[in-house]
Antibody, heavy 120, light 113 residues
Framework: EVQLLESGGGLVQPGGSLRLSCAAY????????MSWVRQAPGKGLEWVSA????????YYSDSVKGRFTISRDNSKNTLYLQMNSLRAEDTAVYYC?????????????WGQGTLVTVSS | DIVMTQSPDSLAVSLGERATINCKSS????????????LAWYQQKPGQPPKLLIY???TRESGVPDRFSGSGSGTDFTLTISSLQAEDVAVYYC??????????FGPGTKVDI
């Protein structure tokens, strides 16, 4: 059974840093692209970042470029999101998602999300 | 970046009736070399992560009821629920995965009974 378990969320002050993790189970992690998607309280989905299966290419939304870094450790079946210079507008539930594959970057499996709150 | 818009923002449909949601992209998401539209649809219920319903604009994900269908090409797409059931109450999002570096979502359409 495919499972994605996010962790690392919490309360952080503006300007602070946080690293999110997403542990993957039940599929060949190293062969799929992965994404981070966030959802601010009461708002819609916002795509944040994606990484190819090998980690060779990474992509970011304009809103996080230069502040967030996506990475993966295929030996540990784990996806990461390093978030620096956090702002109040980064407050959201952060989901990791497995790309369906075969050219489809849409996520066919999602974690339950981890809440990041940026506040003083 | 490609901007996705959806209409309407919300709609209320009687049980058993048809629900139609529109999605428009600011530029074509049709890749000419394979004639595929890089467009997905998701359903999100309160307190849950999104669920993939449709990819390639019209291919239903495994396990998704056949009352859900996707259509359209280029810049204009539609998600249709042919006979609305109570469990279909949710917010529906389209997403383009044509254009790196950003795989943008639409703003969502809320469907109620």
């Amino acid at each position: 059974e495919v499972q994605l378990l996010e962790s690392g969320g919490g309360l952080v002050q503006p300007g602070g840093s946080l690293r999110l993790s997403c542990a993957a189970y039940g599929f060949s992690f190293s062969t799929y692209a992965m994404s981070w998607v966030r959802q601010a309280p009461g708002k819609g989905l916002e795509w944040v970042s994606a990484i190819t299966y090998s980690g060779g290419s990474t992509y970011y939304s304009d809103s996080v470029k230069g502040r967030f870094t996506i990475s993966r450790d295929n030996s540990k079946n784990t996806l990461y999101l390093q978030m620096n210079s956090l702002r109040a507008e980064d407050t959201a539930v952060y989901y990791c998602a497995k790309a369906k594959g075969q050219g489809v970057m849409g996520g066919d499996y999602w974690g339950q999300g981890t809440l990041v709150t940026v506040s003083s | 970046d490609i901007v996705m818009t959806q209409s309407p923002d919300s709609l209320a449909v009687s049980l058993g009736e048809r629900a139609t949601i529109n999605c428009k992209s600011s530029q074509s998401v049709l890749y000419s070399s394979n004639n595929k539209n890089y467009l997905a649809w998701y359903q999100q219920k309160p307190g849950q992560p999104p669920k993939l319903l449709i990819y390639w604009a019209s291919t239903r994900e495994s396990g998704v009821p056949d009352r859900f269908s996707g259509s359209g090409s280029g810049t204009d797409f539609t998600l249709t629920i042919s006979s609305l059931q109570a469990e279909d109450v949710a917010v529906y999002y389209c997403q383009q995965y044509y254009s790196t570096p950003s795989f943008t979502f639409g703003p969502g359409t809320k469907v109620d009974i």
